[in-house]
């Protein structure tokens, strides 16, 4: 709340209602009193219509007393519109009951994701009727912080709480569902055009340890390593462009149209590695003694593809290069490769009846690596091109952002002033091009 706000002050400290108070008819008290609680939201409301939609110069306080004939079920709803209209709210002297009954209409009346913080036990209701409820570790006990999701020792670290963990937090799980449901889309359609192109004879492309290891090993970890290390802008950016935070409030990075763009990007990677793999092992001999490959090669080269396509997949996605993701995603592929070059070693395969496909077969040839490495370049050439594209000429906040580290101007106060003012949605003019712009009007008003 700010000093120079217009206070929309709803109590009932009336001449009217005091004289009823002293008669004691509670029946009559309290009739009036709602009636005076009602009169006071319309009159605020009529307020912030005649101010010009200029919601941000007022400030609503009530007091626990009206608070009471606020939440009644024909009023609360009234009130909930003044109290989003206006910039502050403050319930003064209010129950433990009734901050649990604010934060619930604000969670069901509004839809929006709510946030309790608070200290001692008669914050608890609040805490727990909140979607993410934050306690204070302090004098007033630990009751707080044994009911909250997460507890901190002091007020002031709410700041980098929500700026700095809560925008990466939101980054990394949106992208790591993401990303499940492509890496497995890509597995599974592959699985399906095969059994479209065998006319469903229920021969399986892969041997049944690839279907079991594939979310075990071949492409589990590196997800983890995302969901836990990544980073796409560092934490001194975070806290210098707060407006990053919005782009979890308004769900930029987890609206339907980024799932659905993921998925889509599965299905076309599953059709690309199955019919180039198809394409190119049908029509030629596969070694030496002129053996076409069968289903085990097929199998096994589009298996190996997707294992490198999925792993390289989450390196283009990744924004913060660790140590630990490099051998996360690396050690993947790696470990892909150990096992199928051992794969007909191992006693417990052997009795499947399988052999060791890679060493006798897929290795020796020339035309394995070949397939293998033009595959996963065309997979990942479309959306290697579509986040450049987008990164150059529509990039989102954090992109700009990254655009102004990246070219060194993240002290320049006209540059950071033009970011800082950008919506966070997706833009339709090329960033770099609009910075150059600014940079020569700048030079051109410093030469006059």
């Avoid at 709480?161 to 990394?172: A, D, K, N, S």
């Avoid at 690396?330 to 070693?345: A, D, K, N, R």
């Avoid at 002290?411 to 091009?433: H, K, L």
Wanted: aromatic share 14%; proline share 3%.
């Amino acid at each position: 709340m700010e000093q120079d706000m217009k206070q929309i002050i709803i109590n009932l400290e009336t001449p009217e209602i005091h004289s009823l108070e002293k008669t004691g008819e509670k029946d009559a008290i309290a009739k009036a009193s709602k009636e005076s609680v009602l009169l006071q939201i319309i009159n605020g409301k009529a307020q912030l219509k005649y101010s010009g939609g200029d919601s941000n110069a007022f400030a609503l306080i009530i007091d626990g007393k009206s608070l009471a004939y606020a939440l009644d079920d024909d009023v609360k709803h009234i009130f909930l519109e003044l109290a989003v209209g206006c910039a502050s709210v403050i319930c003064c002297r209010s129950s433990p009951k009734q901050k649990a009954l604010v934060t619930r209409l604000v969670k069901s009346g509004n839809g929006k994701t709510t946030l309790a913080i608070g200290d001692g036990a008669n914050d608890v209701g609040m805490l727990q009727e909140a979607d993410i409820g934050v306690g204070i570790s302090g004098v007033e006990g630990m009751q707080a912080v044994m009911s909250s999701d997460i507890a901190i020792a002091q007020f002031r670290y709410l700041e980098r709480l929500l700026l700095v963990h809560g925008h990466w937090c939101y980054r990394r799980i949106s992208t790591m569902v993401c990303y499940f449901f492509y890496k497995n889309i890509t597995f599974g359609f592959t699985l399906f055009l095969y059994e479209a192109y065998t006319t469903f004879s229920a021969t399986p492309a892969y041997n049944d340890w690839f279907l079991s290891l594939y979310n075990v090993f071949f492409s589990s970890l590196p997800v983890i390593a995302l969901g836990v290390f990544d980073q796409d802008v560092s934490a001194r950016y975070c806290l210098k462009f707060p407006l990053l935070y919005q782009e979890g409030v308004q769900n930029v990075l987890f609206s339907w149209r980024r799932i659905l763009g993921w998925m889509f990007n599965g299905f076309y990677s599953a059709v690309i590695i199955f019919f180039l793999c198809k394409s190119s092992l049908e029509p030629q001999a596969f070694n030496h003694q002129g053996k076409t490959p069968g289903r085990e090669i097929l199998g096994g080269t589009m298996y190996t593809c997707i294992v490198w396509v999925v792993n390289l997949q989450m390196a283009l996605a990744i924004s913060y290069f660790t140590l630990i993701q490099h051998i996360v995603i690396w050690g993947s592929i790696i470990v892909w490769y150990l096992f199928i070059t051992f794969y007909g070693e191992l006693p417990a395969m052997i009795s499947t009846g399988a052999y060791r496909v890679f060493v006798e077969a897929l290795a020796p040839s020339l035309s394995y690596w070949v397939v293998t490495l033009f595959v996963v370049v065309s997979t990942l050439l479309p959306y290697f091109v579509y986040s450049a594209v987008q990164m150059r000429f529509f990039p989102m906040y954090h992109g700009m952002i990254q655009w102004l580290r990246y070219e060194g101007q993240c002290n320049d106060p006209e540059y950071c002033d033009m970011v800082r003012q950008r919506s966070i949605r997706p833009t339709t003019v090329g960033f770099t091009a609009r910075l150059e712009a600014k940079r020569r009007s700048v030079r051109r008003s410093e030469s006059i």
